[in-house]
């Protein structure tokens, strides 16, 4: 996959260059509503927005999914064992936290004057809507420590951290794609 992921990556670079190039020849050639990333204005917007560009709302889900994805892999929920106490006690505490979690969203959507609702009632678009993928992974990586502690899959808190850190291990290339295409797809909206 790395290998795939790899030529993906070096295919946008290039494909970076192209746009570059074809933003300056398709400019001198005075066509029409394009603009040149290697005039000033261009230099200018590659260099000073490159971090805005990058630190968007898709890299933070990227970064929030991974970290819970990693909390649950890690946990023991996928594997449960059925004959084990703790385990039907640490599920036990998993449904009552999902129940109080569903519970908290609903209080805070769905409800007359909402704090999560936009300001004409509605839950799309509005800041449940902007939260909805946080939300989720914070509460599976809440279900997933506690089943976690709770089932003795975690014996410390280096564990629940390196389980944290697993699974934007596990992302980490799928990071670099992401910050070449972000700059891509940027490019190419400044060009025209």
Sequence with gaps: MNK????????????????????????????????SLLSGEGVRFIV?????????????WMLLIAIAWGCFRRSGLTRVRWSQTRDKAAL???????????????????????????????????AFSAGIVPMFALTLAVISISYGAMSGHFRSLAEIFQSMTDGVMRIAPLIVVY??????????????
């Design 4 to 35: 795939t992921l790899g030529r993906l990556t070096l295919a946008l670079a290039v494909a970076e260059v192209f746009v570059v190039l074809l933003s300056w020849i398709l400019s001198a050639t005075m066509t029409a509503g394009v603009h």
């Design 48 to 60: 000073g927005s490159f971090s805005d560009i990058v630190a968007s709302w898709p890299l933070a």
């Design 92 to 126: 036990v505490l998993v449904a009552l936290e999902i129940v109080v979690a569903v519970s908290i969203v609903c209080l805070l959507s769905l409800t007359p004057h909402a704090p999560l609702l936009s300001s004409t009632g509605r839950l799309f678009p509005s």
């Design 179 to 192: 910050v070449f295409a972000a700059q891509l797809v940027a490019t190419v909206s400044f060009m025209f």
